[in-house]
């Protein structure tokens, strides 16, 4: 399934403005999906990651996303939701994967754990629409994200919107707004286990 043309159809069927919470890794991730996205939504920026390590990695990542909002220029004004930082949730929910590979059923749960507190945030903020900035990673399943947002779609009955931010340059877009706003660029995903395997 092309969830890019999947993502263009809805967006020519829609009327109006309707409002999007978007769950963002990091700023750089979003950059290039928030151009993409604010010409045809309200888009409200969802900041949970309970799975960057340390503490100090994961303030610096907050630090940019905030930094990206304040300095790149959008067609809409994007708010930011910041959410309170678990690291022991992410933890607790990847007992027993500790020695899974990288891309494997760990990332799976971290996945999954953030997109469900992004549905039920949208869910409780009557939100027309949820997503995530995951998809702009060659190194991230699509298939997989999308099949887990479908699902938390249905669970809680907010209308996921499918993505493959990758596509149409994405990921090579991300890279040059990253260096036109002097945006940190991580060299690891975010958690303890992605940092050892680095």
Not at 13 to 30: D, E, K, M, Q, V
Not at 50 to 78: A, G, H
Not at 171 to 193: A, D, H, K, P, V
Request: proline share 5%; charged share 25%.
């Amino acid at each position: 399934m092309n969830f890019q043309e999947e993502q263009d159809t809805i967006i020519r069927s829609l009327t109006g403005t309707p409002r999007l919470l978007l769950h963002a890794c990091c700023g750089p991730c979003s950059s290039a999906c928030l151009e993409r996205l604010c010409e045809y939504f309200d888009v409200t920026v969802c900041w949970y990651n309970p799975n960057i390590e340390p503490s100090e990695e994961y303030q610096k990542r907050l630090d940019n996303m905030k930094k990206l909002l304040e300095t790149m220029p959008m067609t809409r004004t994007v708010s930011l939701m910041t959410c309170a930082y678990e690291p022991e949730r992410f933890l607790s929910s990847c007992e027993g994967l500790e020695n899974e590979k990288e891309g494997g059923q760990r990332c799976a749960v971290c996945f999954r754990l953030r997109l469900e507190e992004t549905a039920r945030l949208a869910k409780e903020g009557h939100y027309d629409f949820f997503t995530t900035t995951l998809t702009v990673s060659p190194h991230k399943n699509a298939p997989l994200i999308n099949d887990i947002g479908q699902e938390l779609a249905q669970t809680y009955g907010v209308r996921f919107l499918p993505s493959d931010f990758k596509k149409k340059n994405g990921f090579l877009r991300s890279i040059r707004l990253s260096e036109e706003y002097g945006l940190y660029r991580q060299n690891y995903c975010g958690c303890r286990f992605s940092l050892r395997e680095q």
